[in-house]
């Protein structure tokens, strides 16, 4: 692979947690308070076993310290999705779309953080987008959290 390249970046992702709106917390910090007197109860969906969202929700449960958040694969992100709507699952990690952000503005779903680089262009303008101040701050190991 001597002779590859890259010379442009295509697209920019970016990934978030969501809850349902039946859980009472607001912020992050909030959210890991509520999931730690609540172990063993609540639940995340991802994408599926090695997606990204995946990855991101078993390094927030490390960060966080909560073992007990039960992960629920689906078959994509859609399902995932619609169960946190319906309140199937307490969180998700969700990719913000425009789907997911107007879930957030008409109150189906509340996203609490983004899985963004702090300070960048790209978490900085979810943030408009969202109309919440979300205060993006880096962790060791250089995510971010609320």
Not at 47 to 68: D, V, Y
Not at 84 to 95: K, N, Y
Not at 111 to 137: D, F, H, N, Y
Request: net charge positive.
């Amino acid at each position: 692979m001597k002779d590859l390249y890259p010379i442009a970046g295509l697209a920019v992702s970016a990934l978030a947690l969501a809850v349902h709106p039946s859980v009472p917390a607001q912020n992050l910090k909030e959210f890991v308070a509520y999931a730690k007197i609540h172990a063993g109860k609540l639940s995340y969906a991802h994408a599926g076993i090695g997606a990204t969202s995946h990855l991101i929700g078993e390094m927030f449960k490390l960060q966080a310290g909560l073992p007990e958040l039960v992960q629920v694969p689906y078959r994509g992100a859609g399902p995932a999705i619609a169960d946190l709507i319906s309140g199937q699952v307490a969180m998700a990690v969700v990719a913000v779309t425009g789907q997911s952000l107007g879930f957030h503005r008409y109150g189906q779903l509340r996203i609490l953080a983004l899985a963004e680089r702090a300070k960048t262009s790209t978490a900085r303008s979810i943030a408009l987008m969202l109309c919440t101040p979300i205060g993006v701050t880096s962790t060791p190991s250089g995510d971010a959290t609320t």
